[in-house]
């Protein structure tokens, strides 16, 4: 069986994982491409309208593998941590994909890690790839081993938290490979990755209320965290347009690191880099310029707010 793995969503994360369990369990791979313009054009026209980037990506890459494999990994996504959930798109993305794409067939076995979790995803895989547990479990304990992708760049004198769901950070096409020009720019770069599930959660207990939405607890324990540890010279969100989750979170972000410089950069479909990369340009100066002062941890006083995505 030739299974196709797409390029977006959390396998850009755990790429290592999947590639190295289906290749385990016997069976082939056909991985479509970094996202590119033809593919971001193609989820645009198959996926619904208000579907959030991310979403319309994968439907690009899902069409791209309809003809190049048996079947398209695409698991159903419930549930990640006690008391904690994932974006309704998840869950519903098998179906979403059937509706928009016909003729898919997909792998959608059901991950929930009240019912069974990991494990139990992996045997309801490999069944329909026509592998037994046992080498079901050979192959989930030696695609454990591979070690997630990571958003990291360090070895720079200013460094910022670049902080979002993997899926925005790891897509250099939709992000307009932000890692890179921060990097051209002279300013380094810290994932939320890098701070432990404990350090987090100590930051997210302080809220009045706990976060509903698993993402959201991550990104803000990981950068309050940073922020506090003096890490950091500031905080790049990198957010998908009309994502409900981000908009919640950067907000909650913002009132705790009080006048500490951020920027919410959006990105969607459109793809001109010219306002993007002015604002990233103006960013990196700013956060040069107070630590050339020593005014990196003062409030920010000399930029003037300018709706969504101040700085």
Not at 102 to 125: F, M, V
Request: aromatic share 8%; glycine share 8%.
């Amino acid at each position: 069986m030739v299974v196709g793995i797409p390029g977006a969503l959390l396998f850009l994360k755990y790429r290592r994982f999947v590639e190295t369990f289906f290749l385990e369990l016997g069976a082939e791979i056909a991985a479509s491409p970094q996202t590119n313009k033809k593919i971001l054009d193609e989820g645009v026209k198959y996926c619904v309208d208000d579907a959030c980037l991310p979403v319309k990506v994968f439907h690009g890459h899902a069409a791209w593998l309809k003809d190049r494999c048996d079947c398209i990994l695409a698991p159903r996504i419930l549930h990640i941590e006690k008391k904690e959930y994932i974006c309704p798109m998840f869950c519903g993305l098998p179906d979403m994909l059937r509706e928009s794409i016909p003729g898919l067939r997909l792998l959608d076995a059901i991950y929930d890690s009240r019912r069974g979790g990991l494990k139990k995803w992996a045997y309801e895989t490999a069944k329909i790839v026509g592998a037994d547990k046992r080498r079901a479990d050979r192959a989930l304990r030696a695609a454990l081993e591979k070690a997630p992708e990571s958003a990291a760049s360090a070895g720079r004198a200013v460094r910022v938290a670049l902080i979002g769901h993997d899926y925005n950070i790891f897509d250099r096409f939709a992000n307009m490979d932000v890692i890179k020009k921060l990097g051209a720019l002279g300013i380094g770069t810290v994932s939320a990755d890098e701070v432990s599930d404990a350090d987090a959660a100590k930051e997210t207990g302080t809220l009045m209320k706990r976060p509903f939405w698993h993402f959201a607890a991550k990104h803000y324990g990981a950068c309050v965290h940073l922020y506090k540890s003096g890490l950091i010279d500031g905080v790049v969100y990198l957010s998908a347009f009309c994502c409900g989750v981000d908009s919640v979170t950067a907000d909650l972000i913002r009132d705790a690191l009080g006048g500490f410089p951020m920027m919410v950069l959006k990105i969607d479909e459109h793809t001109g880099e010219a306002g993007f990369d002015t604002r990233l340009e103006a960013f990196a100066d700013m956060l040069h310029r107070r630590k050339t002062s020593g005014n990196n941890r003062s409030e920010v006083r000399d930029c003037v707010p300018c709706g969504e995505g101040a700085f």
